[in-house]
Antibody, heavy 123, light 113 residues
Framework: QMQLVQSGAEVKKPGASVKVSCKASGYTFMSYYIYWVRQAPGQGLEWMGMINPSSGRTTYAQKFQGRVTMTRDTSTSTVYMELSSLTSDDTAVYYC????????????????WGQGTMVTVSS | DIVMTQSPDSLAVSPGERATINCKSSQSVLYSSNDKNYLAWYQQKPGQPPNLLIYWASTRESGVPDRFSGSGSGTDFTLTISSLQAEDVGTYYCQQYYTTPPTFGQGTKLEIK
């Protein structure tokens, strides 16, 4: 079945970096955008950015510019999100999600989500 | 950025009754050239990722029960659960995907009365 499987929980110190993986299966990896969305404890959903797995082109939320890097490995159908200079405000569950529409011509809703990766930033 | 505002923030409904959640966008999410509203609804249960219910404002995702329906156009949208079931408890989010960045409402927590 179509799914996104994320890496496990992380605990990091302030100032460190974290890299979360998201492995796709059950569909054509290169044909759908992957987005990253985070959710702080008890809070709502915040878009961080997106990657085109075919070209590797990325678009980042202004809030995270300079601090986030999204990459992909087409040989393993995996996308990565690395966030640097962590603070306690970055403590959140990080989700990857697939955009529903095939191809990259029109934006669409997010139909497949990873299970989430809890990142805790604490000294 | 387009701001999405949901109402109410929380809602308690008796089993079998109708639940209605509203969502308002700060600008229209209707694309006139194709007459589509770039608006989705998600349900999130504790400890789980969001689950897509409705897209294009009124199209039900495959496998979603038909008691869930979406309506509205332009800037005002509604998610309706026609007959609330116990398993419908959770937090509901609207999202616009008309422009980048895609933005979400603050969420509406739905409980059983």
């Amino acid at each position: 079945q179509m799914q996104l499987v994320q890496s496990g929980a992380e605990v990091k110190k302030p100032g460190a970096s974290v890299k979360v993986s998201c492995k796709a299966s059950g569909y054509t990896f290169m044909s759908y955008y992957i987005y990253w969305v985070r959710q702080a404890p008890g809070q709502g959903l915040e878009w961080m950015g997106m990657i085109n797995p075919s070209s590797g082109r990325t678009t980042y939320a202004q809030k995270f510019q300079g601090r986030v890097t999204m990459t992909r490995d087409t040989s393993t159908s995996t996308v990565y999100m690395e966030l640097s200079s962590l603070t306690s405000d970055d403590t959140a569950v990080y989700y990857c999600a697939r955009e529903k529409g095939v191809g990259f011509s029109e934006s669409d809703a997010f139909d497949i989500w990873g299970q989430g990766t809890m990142v805790t930033v604490s000294s | 950025d387009i701001v999405m505002t949901q109402s109410p923030d929380s809602l308690a409904v008796s089993p079998g009754e109708r639940a209605t959640i509203n969502c308002k966008s700060s600008q229209s999410v209707l694309y006139s050239s194709n007459d589509k509203n770039y608006l989705a609804w998600y349900q999130q249960k504790p400890g789980q990722p969001p689950n897509l219910l409705i897209y294009w404002a009124s199209t039900r995702e495959s496998g979603v029960p038909d008691r869930f329906s979406g309506s509205g156009s332009g800037t005002d949208f509604t998610l309706t659960i026609s007959s609330l079931q116990a398993e419908d408890v959770g937090t509901y989010y609207c999202q616009q995907y008309y422009t980048t960045p895609p933005t979400f409402g603050q969420g509406t927590k739905l409980e059983i009365k």
